[in-house]
T-cell receptor, first 113, second 120 residues
Framework: QQQVKQSPQSLIVQKGGISIINCAYE??????FPWYQQFPGKGPALLIA?????SEKKEGRFTISFNKSAKQFSLHIMDSQPGDSATYFC????????????FGPGTRLSVLP | GAVVSQHPSRVICKSGTSVKIECRSL??????MFWYRQFPKQSLMLMAT?????????EQGVEKDKFLINHASLTLSTLTVTSAHPEDSSFYIC????????????????FGNGTRLTVT
């Protein structure tokens, strides 16, 4: 019940295209859903996050879509750029500072020039 | 924004020696910090939760006598890999949530840049 599923495992997109990564969870107690971007040899960096009281959040080229009833959320990267090539992790948490996050297995995104 | 500093970024040590990794929250207080291990092309595996002023909580299968965690202040946690062996070679990452925000709405996890440990 603590697991967060993520797909696809890897994704190749042409420059300018839309990258879509999907995640699903089981624990209905989760109330905070961030996405992290990780470049090789670096720690993950927060990209964008959403709470279940909204269905969509947009920050620049990055959008999270959230479907509470289906317990699914996704990351959309519009106008994908080669610099977006990285590993993306979705996560879920109970929004309390003492709580750890449950991470998805990650998606390796490659944006071709 | 909140910054977590992790040091060293890379370390090479001989088998049987111990290595200490530091994790500091630079502009916020962190009652709780988390330590992860990440294998190539895999997700983050939580090793332990570090609690300021008390013992760390270890995940199942993680040897607490091998991975010593000390959280002596609200801004510093250390992970010591004792009697390191080649199989301990990995990427270790720490993280912390912003205590000042009180753990309320939208309190993200901030990560250090990781430590690449190589045991020869």
């Amino acid at each position: 019940q603590q697991q967060v599923k993520q797909s696809p495992q890897s994704l190749i997109v042409q420059k300018g295209g839309i990258s879509i990564i999907n995640c699903a969870y089981e624990n209905t107690a989760f109330d905070y859903f961030p996405w992290y971007q990780q470049f090789p040899g670096k720690g993950p960096a927060l990209l964008i996050a959403i709470r279940p009281d909204v269905s969509e959040k947009k920050e620049g080229r990055f959008t999270i879509s959230f479907n509470k009833s289906a317990k699914q959320f996704s990351l959309h990267i519009m106008d994908s750029q080669p610099g977006d090539s990285a590993t993306y992790f979705c996560a879920a948490s109970i929004d309390n500072y003492g709580q750890n996050f449950v991470f998805g297995p990650g998606t390796r995104l490659s944006v071709l020039p | 924004g909140a910054v977590v500093s992790q040091h060293p970024s890379r370390v090479i040590c001989k088998s049987g020696t111990s290595v200490k990794i530091e994790c500091r929250s630079l502009d916020f207080q962190a009652t709780t910090m988390f330590w992860y291990r990440q294998f190539p092309k895999q997700s983050l595996m939580l090793m332990a939760t570090s609690n300021e002023g008390s013992k760390a909580t270890y995940e199942q299968g993680v040897e607490k006598d091998k991975f010593l965690i000390n959280h002596a202040s609200l801004t510093l946690s250390t992970l010591t890999v004792t009697s390191a062996h080649p199989e301990d070679s990995s990427f270790y990452i720490c993280s912390a949530r912003d205590f000042i925000q009180g753990g309320g709405m939208n309190s993200p996890l901030h990560f250090g840049n990781g430590t690449r440990l190589t045991v020869t």
